[in-house]
């Protein structure tokens, strides 16, 4: 559990790194002498936040005057322009009220937008990008040397039952809703930068309307699916010795000639069904809070957590914010998501190369659920040995688990 926990946060921080500006790599700032200021900023302080460097700004955060007087909201607009009430509005200690009881409604100035759509324009969509592309081409790669994983022995002429038609259509609609919510997620990533210049405003814009009605909608199935293959697969999946030598062997897919021992699931799917499950769960909490704005807060908590395990200083980063704007829960949300997303979907290309194209005999499981006899002793000899000795047992005459 603690072991489950340390490597939880290891993946947490290392992507928290790369999503938010602030971090140990930022040199902490200098004293600045501001006396001739009068305590105000300087030159300086604005020329340091225009290149991008980390501003010390408690000498403002902290100095936004007594609330009371700051009160002067009702004053009319276009008047004296009035420091302390914008200081106080900039740093959230403004006596703000408001009709609406929403969260976040009192909230009139946070300035996380520009750093979030400056790392959503940047690099979440360039490495996401790229890490698309180095699978794909990997796989390709793949194929060229290793061709496509034959039955060694040939098909034989026997056929058994490997997954029941249930079991197929929860795996269906986790993969159908998933290439759907993959599709209509990087559309809407890609739009203005890829998308909008090739194909004009107006055609993206129904394109879009009609991708984000899908994936707000589609993500119900994606979660349902997710559920169902979890309850009917998870006790298959519990990790075993045997799984070690299969993955030393690389499960024989480099050689040609070495199938190590494997069960109803191998090593290597046992990786793809937790992937699943970890990467599945945690798009679907936080698609949930996407698409319950302001509702389901959860990353100040995490990080009061993390921050607690003192994980931020295993990495050499500085504790993480536990004060958050509920606008910044929710940019942390997309952020998150989006990156959980890129990681799920790199793994699965992998997955449905094997499952389809990369190796002969595989479709037929999530096909019509009966694969070739020869295919299943190659890739899965622990588990032909139950299902015939199940099949002796009770005199049935096709194995059949
Ligand atoms: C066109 C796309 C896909 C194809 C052709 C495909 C094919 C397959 C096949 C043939 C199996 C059974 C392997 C066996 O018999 O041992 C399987 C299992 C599985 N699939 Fe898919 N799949 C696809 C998409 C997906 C997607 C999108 C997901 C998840 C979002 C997914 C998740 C799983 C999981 C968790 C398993 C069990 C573990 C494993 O066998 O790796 N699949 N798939």
Known sequence: MTLLRLIFSCLFIALFASVHPVSAQETAPEPVDRSATGGAQTLEDILARQRGEAVDDTFRRENTGNPLENNNLSAPLGGVSDPEIWRALRYGT??????????????????GGMAWLKWRQGP??????????????????????????????GPSDTRIERFKPVERFGHWLLAGSFILLG?????????????????????????????KW???????????????VFVMWVARNIPH???????????GLLSKHSHPPAGKFNAGQKLIFWGTIVLGASISVSGL???????IPMF?????????????????????????????????AQGWHAIMA?????????????????????????????VDLNWAKEHHSVWVEEVQSKASRSGASTPAE
């Open 183 to 211: 599709l209509t997620g990087l559309i809407t990533l890609f739009g203005r930068k890829g998308l909008i210049p090739w194909m004009g405003h107006d055609t993206y814009a129904t394109i879009a309307l009609a991708g």
């Open 94 to 111: 403004a006596d703000v009220s408001s009709t609406s009881q929403t969260p976040g409604s009192t909230l009139l100035v946070q300035d």
């Open 124 to 153: 979440l969509l360039t490495y996401g990008g790229y890490a698309l592309l180095i699978m794909l081409g990997l796989l390709v790669l793949f194929y060229l040397l290793r061709g496509k994983i034959m039955i060694e022995a």
């Open 342 to 370: 890129f990681a799920m979907m790199v793994m699965i290309i992998a997955h449905i190369y094997i499952g389809s194209v990369g190796m002969e005999g595989a479709f037929d499981a999530m096909g019509d659920g009966q």
């Open 300 to 332: 100040a908590k995490t990080f009061g957590i993390l921050n607690s395990l003192g994980a931020p200083g295993w990495v050499g980063m500085a504790p993480l914010p536990e004060v958050l704007t509920p606008h910044q829960e929710m940019q942390f």
């Open 214 to 228: 899908i994936h707000n909608n589609v993500a119900w199935a994606f979660m349902l699916g997710l559920i169902m």
């Open 241 to 251: 010795r045997r799984d070690l030598v299969w993955i030393i062997k690389a499960g």
């Open 289 to 295: 809070a996407l698409l319950f704005p302001f509702e």
